[in-house]
C-alpha cells in the first residue's frame, strides 16, 4: 500500500483536470493504495517574498497552507501534479506554489511523480508544461513516472469519453 497524493491546481472542480484525477483515484484506490487530493484554490498560499529567511532556519515567514502542504508531500511515495495549461505554462496558482517549495527543496526528492496537464490545445501545445514540470520535479530528485495530457478540451467535462481517462485509471492502478 503507497500514500498517494493529488494536487490539483485549477480552480475548476470537476473541471477536466480534476475529472482525470479521479479516474487516477480510481485506479490507485483499486489497487488499494491510499489516496489523498488537496485543490490549491482551497487553500490559503502567498507568494514567496524571496527573504531567505528559510535558508537560515528551514520554515517560510509566511504563516499559510504552505507548511502543510509541504508535509504531505514529504509524506506521499507518490505524487500528481495536476494543472491546466494557461497561457502555454502550468497556471499561476501551481507556479507559485512552487515557489514556496523553497524552505524544503532538499527535501522534496524520492517521490514517484506523474502530471496530468489540460488544455484545449492538442499535445504539442501542452508539452511545454509537461517539460517544465518533469524539469523542475527531476531537479528535486523525483522519478518522473508518467504524463497524461487531457488534449483538446476546453469546457468543464470535454474530456469525459476522450483516451486521456483509461490513460489516467491506467497510470493510477498500475502503481
Ligand atoms: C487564463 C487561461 C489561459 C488558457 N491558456 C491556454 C493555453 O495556452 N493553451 C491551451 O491549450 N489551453 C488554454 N486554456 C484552456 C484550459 O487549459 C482548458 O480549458 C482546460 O481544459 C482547463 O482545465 P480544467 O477544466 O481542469 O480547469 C486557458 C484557459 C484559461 C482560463
Excluded at 125 to 133: F, H, R, T
Amino acid at each position: 500500500m503507497k500514500n498517494v497524493l493529488i494536487i490539483s491546481a485549477s480552480p475548476r472542480k470537476q473541471g477536466n483536470s480534476d475529472i482525470l484525477c479521479h479516474r487516477f483515484m480510481q485506479g490507485a484506490k483499486e489497487s488499494g493504495h491510499n489516496v489523498e487530493q488537496i485543490y490549491l484554490y482551497d487553500k490559503k498560499i502567498g507568494f514567496c517574498r524571496a527573504c531567505y529567511a528559510c535558508f537560515k532556519s528551514g520554515e517560510c515567514i509566511l504563516r499559510d497552507d504552505m507548511s502543510d502542504i509541504l508535509e504531505k508531500m514529504q509524506a506521499a511515495d507518490v505524487i500528481v501534479i495536476s494543472t491546466p495549461t494557461y497561457f502555454m505554462t502550468m497556471n499561476g496558482m501551481l507556479k507559485n506554489t512552487i515557489d514556496r517549495f523553497l524552505p524544503k527543496w532538499k527535501d522534496l526528492g524520492g517521490h514517484d511523480v506523474y502530471f496530468i496537464i489540460t488544455g484545449h490545445d492538442e499535445k504539442a501545445g501542452l508539452s511545454l508544461v509537461g517539460e517544465e514540470l518533469t524539469k523542475i520535479f527531476r531537479e528535486l530528485g523525483n522519478e518522473i513516472a508518467g504524463i497524461i495530457y487531457g488534449e483538446g478540451v476546453w469546457q468543464k467535462g470535454e474530456v469525459e469519453g476522450t483516451k486521456a481517462m483509461d490513460e489516467a485509471y491506467i497510470a493510477g492502478k498500475s502503481i
